[in-house]
């Protein structure tokens, strides 16, 4: 009974490790949050949720960071949502 109980346990510990892992946050420069918040850009509209991972359609214009070629940048329903470029998914939503 006692190893089964052990092994349920270290396969909850190790599906949990998994899970954190893939939500692991990237440390955005505070010059690309500065930049963004800064930005006079029209808000578009967005069906369905807008959260970290969410990848926008290609309808979606992503505007460029200078300098900064992994982030861009969109408003989305009033939010300014930062997005990484090359896959279009939410890295962060500041606000």
């Known amino acids: 009974m006692s190893k089964l109980v052990i092994s349920a346990v270290s ?8 899970a954190v892992a893939q939500t692991a946050t990237v440390v955005v420069p505070g010059e690309v949050r ?35 070629p992994d982030y861009g940048y969109v408003v989305v329903n009033k939010k300014r949502v930062l997005v990484n470029p090359k896959t279009r998914a939410v890295i962060e939503v500041i606000e």
């Open 11 to 18: 396969l909850f510990l190790s599906l949990g490790a998994a």
């Open 34 to 68: 500065t930049y963004v918040l800064e930005q006079k850009s029209p808000s578009v509209t967005f069906e369905g949720d807008v959260a970290i991972g969410t990848a926008l359609p290609d309808t979606v214009e992503i505007h460029t960071v200078p300098d900064q």
